[in-house]
């Protein structure tokens, strides 16, 4: 954890689940960073992260609806106004959603909305705070790519996996699994495109963590320590939250 020195990060999705957790973990950090921008759909009803961020005034809780463009743009205009003249060091797009249907009874709606969510969704958020991250990567020193100089972490799943089709016994979430695939293309797009400008980006697999969405296992501190140690080798990587490589 002692490689992660991030000065802002935001969390999209960060009411519950994982995204809450990585803010509580952000916290615990010894040396937390100085913003962290906790994005959620619906501030007022989120008591948890309300008491959090009453106590903590470097949270700064930020209306964002990923499905939504002009959220996405307003979230980026409140953000970019709250750091002044610096960048973004870390965008960890964790909001995502999942519709347990088979293939038999999958619906162009699901497909449709999930993708928007967890593929458009980050896309766009990668577009709108890219001149915000490519700020903290000026701002940085050093040429080489890192968690703490600017990166856009992609919250997948092992169920976005083609090779391994995991758990295809007890759900065949398609659209969710097709969702994530896409998101894991996207990502290495990302990584392509975003190099140049110094941010890393990489895909990740949470493992399976108590959520609504999720089983018991993993948790968030865990994902930080991998954040902590990857570096421009890993850009475009498909990782699990032991750093392991995902296979595609
Ligand atoms: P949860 O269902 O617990 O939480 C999902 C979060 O995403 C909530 O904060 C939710 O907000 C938010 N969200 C959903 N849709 C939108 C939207 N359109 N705009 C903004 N926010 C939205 O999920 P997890 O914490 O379990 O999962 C987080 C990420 O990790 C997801 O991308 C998921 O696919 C991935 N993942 C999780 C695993 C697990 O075991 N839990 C395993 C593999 C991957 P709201 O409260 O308003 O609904």
Known sequence: MAGLHVRSVLVTG?????????????L??????QWIFAGCRDPKGQRELQNLASKHPNIIIIPLEVSDPASIK???????????????????????????????NETPENMIQVYTTNTVGPMLMGQAFLPLLKKAAQGSPGSGLSCSKAAIINMS???GSIEDMYVWEFGQVVSYRCSKA????????????????????????PGWVQTDMGAPGQIPWRM????????????????????????W
């Open 74 to 104: 307003a979230a980026a205009a409140k953000v970019g106004e709250r750091l002044g003249g610096s960048g973004l060091n870390l965008l960890i797009n964790n909001a995502g959603i999942a519709k347990p249907c088979s293939l038999d």
């Open 28 to 33: 615990r950090m010894p040396n937390p960073p």
């Open 224 to 247: 930080l320590k991998v954040l902590s140690s990857i570096s421009e080798k890993e850009a475009g990587a498909f990782l699990d939250w032991e750093g392991k490589v995902v296979p």
């Open 182 to 205: 896409a998101l894991n293309m996207l990502s290495k797009c990302q990584s392509l495109a975003y190099k140049e400008h110094g941010i890393l980006c990489i895909t990740f697999h």
């Open 14 to 26: 960060a009411n519950r689940g994982i995204g809450l957790g990585f803010v509580q973990h952000f």
């Open 157 to 159: 799943s092992y169920a």
